[in-house]
C-alpha cells in the first residue's frame, strides 16, 4: 500500500496548531468594559426599547450569545461602568466590538445619546457609514461619569452566534491590527494553496486538480466573506440587501462545490455505493435554496444549508470508512493501489468533522459558544486545503508514475513492433531475392538435363549455374549463423598465400587474376572466416566487373597486420552506392543481370569486423578497390 511520507504527518500536525494558534490569537479578549449581560426575546420583532425593558430578562455569562437560527428579535442590555477603566476619563470614547461582521442588523440604543439618536450597522449598512471601521461591526459610543444600560437590537437570519465587547477606541485600534495581520497570513496560506493548484493543474490536466482549484476559489470566497473583507471590498458598489444575498449564494455554492470535491475524490477509493450517492444528492440542496430565496424565503434558505452541513460531513465521513480500495488491491481485483492509506483518509475527513461540530453545534445553539467557536470554522477551509495538497501530490505523484510507465510500454510495442516489421521486410526481401536468383541457374539445369547430348558449353554453363546456386545457399546459411551470433573465431594457424592459390585454382577464370603477393604469409587467425572474406571479394570482382579485364590483388605484410586489396574496372553492373554497399541484400542497379544474393559484401564486413580488422571500398578514375586490413594475430 503506498503511503504519503513519512514527514507529511508531522507537517500536518504542526499546521494544525499554527491554525489553533492563529485561532486563538484572534480569540485573545482585551480589556471588556461590560460589568453584566442580559437578553431578551422578541418573537414578533415589532417591541419597542420601552416594552423590553418591562420584558423578564436572561443573564449573560459570556460575551458570547448564542440561540441557534431564529426568526425572532433578539435584545441585549450591557451594563457599562466606567469606573472600571484604568485610563478612561469622562472624554474619553469606547467601542462596541460585534462579531462575526456578517450579521444583519444591530441597532444601538445609548442614553448617552443625543435626542435618543438609534445607531445601526451591520451588513445591510454600507461599511463607509460605520464611525469606526475595521473587519468588525462597531458602534462609538462616550465612555461617560456613571454606570448605565446600552441596548442592542439583533435581527439576523444567520445564526445569532454573536460576540459583543466594548473597550477603549486604542485597546480596539491594536487589537484589531493583530486581527488584520493574522487575518491576511490566512487568505495568503489561502492563495498559495489554489497557486499550487493551478500550477499543478496546468502541469497535469486533471479533472480532480481542476475541482479542487475551483474549491479553493470558493473557499477564499468563503474566508473573505466570513471575516469581513467582503463587506469592505463591496462598500459603495452594492446596497446591503445585495450583499446580504450574494454573500448567502456564495455560501451555499462554497457547500455545493465542496460536497461535489469531495464525492468525486471519494469515489476513487470505492466507498459503498449507498452513502456515495445519498451524499451527492445533497447538491440538490443548492437549488432548493435558490428557489428559496427567488420566494422571498430567504431564513429557510439559510436553515437549509446550515442543517445539510451536519449530514454532509458525517457521510464523507462513514464514506471514508466503506471505502474499500484498499481490500480491492490487496485481492487483485484492481491493478492499481490507493495513492494514501485509508487511516489517512479517514483521520482526514475525521477531524474536518470535529471542526466544524464545533462550529455548528454552538452556532446551532445545541452547545454553549466559547470565543474559539466564532475561529473555529476558518480552521476548517485551510486545515482541509493543507490535507488535499497532501492527497492531490500522492495522486498526481502516482499518476506521473502510469503515464511513465505507460510511455515505456508503448516505446516497447512500438519497439516490438518495429521489429516485427523489420522481419517482415527481411523475410520479404529474402523471398524476393532467392526467387529471382534461383530461377535463372535452375533454367540453365533444366536446360542441361533436358539435353539429349549436352556440348562441353552446356555443361560449363550448369556447373556454373549449380556454384552460383551452392553459392547463394552458403552464404544464407553463414548469414543465419551470424544472426544467431553461432559465429565465433577459432583460431588456428596458416599460410594465407596458400590459401589464396586455392581459392584461384577453383575460379572459372582464373587466368584473369593477377596476384601481387609475398611467397609466404603466416597468419594466427580463423581460417574459415579469411577465406570466405578472400572468397566473397574475389568472386564478386569477377562477376561484376569488365569482362575479360584483369583482377589485381595485392598482399603486403607488416609487422602485426596484412593489408589486402582487390581491384577491377567498372564493369556493365556499374558504380554500386558507397553509403549501402555493405547493407544486406544491395545490390547495384546494373547487378541484377547475373546471379546474386546481395549478402556476400554483408557478410564479408560483418566477418572483418568479427576479426577486429576492417574494410573500406572507394572508386575512381573507372578502377573499383576494396581494401582490407586484417591482424596477424586476431584477438
Known amino acids: 500500500m503506498l503511503v504519503v511520507p513519512h514527514n507529511s504527518p508531522m507537517n500536518l500536525r ?13 480569540a485573545v479578549q482585551a480589556h471588556d468594559f461590560v460589568t453584566e449581560r442580559a437578553s431578551v426575546e422578541d418573537p414578533t420583532g415589532s417591541m419597542t426599547l420601552d416594552e423590553v425593558q418591562q420584558m423578564p430578562q436572561s443573564p449573560l455569562y459570556s460575551p458570547i450569545f448564542t440561540h441557534g437560527f431564529s426568526q425572532s ?6 451594563h457599562i461602568t466606567p469606573e472600571v477603566s484604568e485610563v478612561a476619563t469622562s472624554n474619553d470614547k469606547l467601542v462596541i466590538r460585534i462579531r462575526p461582521p456578517f450579521q444583519d442588523q444591530i441597532w444601538l440604543y445609548d442614553p448617552l445619546a443625543p435626542q435618543d439618536q438609534v445607531k445601526t450597522t451591520g451588513d445591510y449598512f454600507d461599511w463607509m457609514n460605520d464611525e469606526y471601521r475595521s473587519l468588525n461591526l462597531n458602534f462609538v459610543v462616550p465612555a461617560g461619569n456613571q454606570p448605565r444600560d446600552i441596548w ?6 444567520q445564526s445569532t452566534m454573536t460576540s459583543i465587547e466594548v473597550m477603549s477606541e486604542s485597546m480596539a485600534r491594536a487589537v484589531d491590527r493583530q486581527q488584520e495581520l493574522l487575518t491576511m497570513l490566512y487568505l495568503a496560506a489561502l492563495v498559495i494553496c489554489m497557486g499550487w493548484g493551478i500550477l499543478a493543474w496546468i502541469n497535469q490536466r486533471d479533472r480532480l486538480v481542476a475541482l479542487y482549484v475551483c474549491r479553493e476559489a470558493f473557499s477564499i470566497l468563503y474566508a473573505l466573506i466570513i471575516l469581513g473583507y467582503f463587506r469592505i471590498f463591496t462598500s459603495g458598489w452594492l446596497t446591503g440587501e445585495q450583499l446580504d444575498i450574494f454573500s448567502n449564494v456564495a455560501i451555499w455554492v462554497f457547500v455545493a462545490v465542496v460536497i461535489w470535491f469531495d464525492s468525486y475524490l471519494l469515489a476513487e477509493f470505492k466507498p459503498n455505493r449507498f452513502l456515495l450517492q445519498l451524499f451527492k444528492s445533497l447538491i440538490w440542496a443548492l437549488p432548493l435554496e435558490l428557489c428559496g430565496l427567488l420566494l422571498g424565503k430567504l431564513y429557510l434558505s439559510v436553515l437549509l444549508n446550515a442543517m445539510i452541513l451536519l449530514p454532509a460531513l458525517l457521510l464523507a465521513f462513514f464514506c471514508a470508512l466503506s471505502t474499500q480500495a484498499w481490500k480491492e488491491s490487496a485481492s487483485n481485483l484492481t491493478p492499481q493501489k490507493p495513492v494514501v492509506s ?7 475527513y475525521g477531524s474536518i468533522l470535529v471542526i466544524v461540530l464545533l462550529n455548528r453545534l454552538p452556532s446551532m445553539g445545541i452547545m454553549a459558544a466559547h470565543e474559539i467557536s466564532l475561529y473555529i470554522n476558518l480552521i476548517y ?33 512500438e519497439l516490438a513492433a518495429e ?19 534461383m530461377k535463372t541457374p535452375l533454367s540453365v539445369v533444366r536446360m542441361a538435363v533436358g539435353a539429349d547430348n549436352p556440348t562441353p558449353r552446356v555443361n560449363d554453363m550448369a556447373d556454373r549455374a549449380v556454384q552460383d546456386m551452392n553459392g547463394i545457399i552458403e552464404r544464407l546459411l553463414e548469414v543465419e549463423k551470424l544472426h544467431d551470433k553461432q559465429l565465433s573465431v577459432q ?5 594465407l598465400i596458400e590459401m589464396l592459390n586455392n581459392i584461384q585454382a577453383v575460379q572459372l577464370s582464373k587466368h584473369r587474376m593477377q596476384l601481387d603477393i609475398p611467397h609466404e604469409l603466416m597468419m594466427e587467425s580463423d581460417a574459415r572466416f579469411i577465406q570466405i572474406i578472400l572468397s566473397n571479394l574475389i568472386e564478386n570482382a569477377l562477376k561484376y566487373g569488365a569482362s575479360n579485364a584483369p583482377i589485381e590483388i595485392n598482399i603486403r605484410e607488416r609487422d602485426a597486420s596484412v593489408d589486402i586489396s582487390v581491384r577491377n574496372m567498372i564493369g556493365s553492373a556499374g558504380v554500386p552506392d558507397a553509403a549501402h554497399i555493405f547493407d544486406k541484400y544491395y545490390r547495384a542497379p546494373g547487378a541484377y543481370e547475373r546471379t546474386g544474393s546481395g549478402l556476400g559484401l554483408y557478410l564479408t564486413k560483418a566477418l572483418v569486423d568479427l576479426l577486429g580488422g576492417s574494410i573500406r571500398y572507394e572508386e575512381a ?15
Not at 428579535?73 to 450591557?78: G, P
Not at 442592542?152 to 437570519?157: G, P
Request: aromatic share 14%; glycine share 0%; with cysteine.
Open 152 to 157: 442592542l437590537r439583533l435581527q439576523t437570519k
Open 419 to 437: 521489429k516485427e516489421r523489420a522481419q517482415r521486410v527481411e523475410q520479404s526481401n529474402f523471398l524476393k531475392m532467392f526467387a529471382h536468383e
Open 491 to 495: 583460431h588456428s594457424r596458416f599460410d
Open 73 to 78: 428579535t433578539f435584545w441585549f442590555r450591557l
Open 342 to 348: 485509508k487511516l489517512f483518509l479517514v483521520f482526514m
Open 381 to 413: 477551509p485551510i486545515l482541509s486545503s493543507f490535507y488535499l495538497i497532501v492527497l492531490v501530490q500522492a495522486r498526481l505523484y502516482r499518476r506521473v508514475q502510469l503515464q511513465q510507465e505507460s510511455q515505456r510500454k508503448l516505446a516497447l510495442a
Open 14 to 26: 504542526q499546521t494544525f496548531c499554527a491554525l489553533i494558534l492563529l485561532a486563538c490569537s484572534l
Open 621 to 635: 578514375e573507372g578502377i573499383i578497390c576494396f581494401e582490407l586490413w586484417l591482424l596477424k594475430h586476431a584477438k
